[in-house]
């Protein structure tokens, strides 16, 4: 097991990629601390990650707030003494088009997507500094790298998540620090459910996103991994010849 006696904090972790993900990294030996704004659902994913052998703690956490985001660090330093892996998971998508976009809406995109990545990742920058080691992964999306029509809140918010994690991997470089962003495509979760109509059975699991951040997080020191885009085979685009002449 790659990352025995390692400690992972996870938000969003009580469904979807962020299950998978503490489930993933279990298996390798990795104790979770599991954060989410439903105790019940992080404390049933503490339990599967139990049954698998490694500690679990389960913090009631909403990430917008500063507050909790110190009580989750406090938490985990208190149990764990420290933390190796952080993955910023949690999220909210609201979409509309921009004459229809509410300004609460966008403030809580803001919040949760961005402003909570940020408050996380200062939570557990400077003790993974001083110990000269850690991970920081961020569940980015492929908005944001690539928007689409009413996607302009939730794309600003994670085209913002993309460079905060490109700028904490550059400050981390001298203490052996390490950020990645991870920008899947479609994945069959209930946010997707709930902003889509998909046929589910083309779209990538949370497994599949669960298992890139468990490859990367047990690299060796010296391979850097700044960013994945992983999609489902059905939903790759298809190949074209652009504008070029037919026959070449």
């Not at 208190?78 to 509309?96: P, S, T």
């Amino acid at each position: 097991m790659k990352l025995e006696g390692k400690t992972a904090v996870i938000t969003g972790a009580g469904r979807g990629i962020g299950r998978a993900t503490a489930l993933a990294l279990a298996k390798e030996g990795c104790n979770i601390v599991l954060a989410a704004i439903e105790l019940d659902q992080v404390e049933a994913v503490a339990a599967e990650v139990r049954a698998i052998g490694p500690e679990a703690l389960a913090v009631q956490t909403d990430v917008q707030y500063k507050s909790q985001v110190t009580a989750l660090a406090q938490a985990a330093f208190d149990r764990f003494g420290a933390v190796d892996i952080l993955m910023n998971n949690a999220g909210v998508a609201i979409h509309n088009s921009i004459p229809n976009i509410k300004e609460e809406d966008w403030d809580f995109m803001m919040a949760v997507n961005l402003k909570g990545t940020f408050l996380c990742t200062q939570a557990f920058f400077q003790h993974m500094c001083d110990r000269r080691s850690g991970h920081i992964v961020n569940i980015v999306s492929r908005a944001g790298k690539v928007a689409s029509a009413k996607f302009g809140g939730y794309a600003a918010s994670k085209f913002g998540m993309l460079g905060l994690t490109q700028t904490t991997d550059q400050e981390g470089i001298e203490f052996g620090v390490k950020a990645t962003a991870i920008c899947p495509g479609a994945v069959d979760t209930q946010q997707r459910s709930d902003n889509h109509v998909d046929d589910r059975s083309q779209l990538l699991q949370p497994e599949d996103v669960a298992d890139y951040v468990a490859f990367i997080v047990t690299r060796h020191p010296r391979v850097y991994i700044g960013e994945v885009s992983p999609i489902a085979q059905a939903l790759k685009p298809l190949p074209g010849g652009g504008w070029l002449k037919p026959g070449i």
